[in-house]
Every structure is written in C-alpha cells, then in structure tokens.
C-alpha cells in the first residue's frame, strides 16, 4: 500500500538559511499534519490542513510556513534558520472524511533537518 | 499543554516475556491510538482505539480503550527482538480539533 512520501530524507543547512520540506500524503487522504521531534522527544504538532485548508496551528514558529497544494502535497517552508530547529520532521496524513478511522494519522520517514 | 502520562519510561525485559504499558489523562478522550517508532524513523500505528471498553489485538499486540476514557494499556505479549523501539500513546479529545496528544513514549529493550 502507498505510504507518505517525504522529501529530503536529510537535510543540512547553515544557520540563517531557509529549508523547504516536502510531503505527499497517501492517494486519497484529506489532511496532512506537519510534527517536530527533538532527540529524545514525542513529536510535537505543527501545523494541519483540510483540504487544502489551513485547519489547525500547534508550535509552529512565526519562522515557519506552511501550505497544502492542488494536488494535495504540502510543503513546510523555514526560514532564518537556528540551532534549535535541528530536529526530526514528520508529516503525517489521514482521511478525515472516513466516520470510522478519521483520527488514524499515517507518518512518513521524516526529514532530518541539521542546521550548522 | 495536555499531555498523558505514559509507563514505564523504559523495559528491560527478556525475549520471550510478556510486556504492558499503559496511558492515563486527566480528561476524556475519544480515541486512542498506539504507535511504535524505530530510531530514525517515522511513528508506525499499531491499534486505533474508539470505544470505551474497546479490546482489539494486532497479532502479539492487545490494546484497550479504558472504560472511564481516560486511559489505555498496551500489552506485548512473548517478546521478540523486532520488539524493540519507543511506543508511544496518543489521544484525541472531542475539543482538540483532530489533535494528538502524545505520551512521552516507552522505550522497551530486549536484554540479550
């Protein structure tokens, strides 16, 4: 079965720098959530959209944007990039729509972003 | 923010043993869901949870969606090495607009 696609798998920037993460969420699914994990963490929401729609914000920094497109692909965009933003970066999709398992969030590999 | 409270943190247990972990919140929920991460990689959903009183089983894993709602185990039961990983817990509240709220996750190793 198709899973969520992200890329890059790695990803090194210097600081300052902007980063922009990609995600494909699989075939037919209606929400994409974006997580951050530091070492030793649980992940930590970011940002979600609905069709395409922004849905929901969690920690996501001002630094950070975010937007869901036609095909349904999302992109995370960082900017000004810090120290602290190396981390894990997940997306995650579901069918919402779907009465039975709408909360059945499925993760991706995740980005490891390392900023210099 | 909310947050469950998840245990152990950590097992040290013996391949062949049986393992549980469970999760507990201070407010209802109306899902529960059970995932297991390898380093380096994205959370695997083992069991979705969406009644309370719920009892579902995933080959080895046996799951249940506490009656009160506000808690959840998860039992491993004879252990092997692919075991080995975080789990972690994650619920959804009515208010929480989809929202998962994490565990801080159990980290269970198979002692050789």
């Known amino acids: 079965a198709a899973g969520v696609i992200q890329s890059p798998r790695h990803l090194i920037k210097e600081k300052r720098e902007t980063a922009t993460l990609k995600c494909y969420p699989i075939?037919?699914?209606?929400?994409v959530y974006w997580y951050q994990q530091g070492p030793g963490q649980d992940p930590q929401f970011l940002i979600s959209f609905y069709e395409k729609m922004q849905s929901d914000k969690g920690s996501i920094p001002d630094r950070f944007s975010a937007q869901q497109f036609s095909d349904y692909h999302s992109e995370l965009n960082m900017s000004s990039l810090e120290l602290g933003d190396s981390a894990l970066y997940f997306c995650?999709?579901?069918?919402?729509?779907?009465?039975?398992?709408?909360?059945?969030?499925?993760f991706g590999p995740g980005t490891r972003l390392t900023v210099l | 923010g909310q947050q469950l409270n998840q245990s152990p943190q950590s097992m040290f247990i013996q391949e062949g043993e049986d393992v549980s972990m469970n999760c507990t919140s201070s407010?209802?929920?109306?899902?529960w869901l059970w995932y297991k991460q390898d380093p380096g990689e994205g959370p695997v959903l083992l069991i979705a949870l969406y009644k309370a009183g719920e009892l579902t089983s995933n080959g080895r894993l046996t799951a249940q969606f506490g009656i009160t709602r506000k808690d959840s185990f998860l039992n491993i039961s004879a252990s092997i090495p692919s075991d080995v990983g975080i789990y972690f817990c994650a619920g959804q509240s009515w208010d929480s607009n989809y929202q998962l709220i994490w565990g801080a996750g159990t980290k269970l190793i198979i002692k050789p």
């Open positions: 075939p037919r699914h209606d929400t």
């Open positions: 407010s209802i929920f109306n899902t």
């Open positions: 995650a999709s579901s069918l919402v729509g779907d009465i039975g398992r709408y909360n059945e969030q499925f």
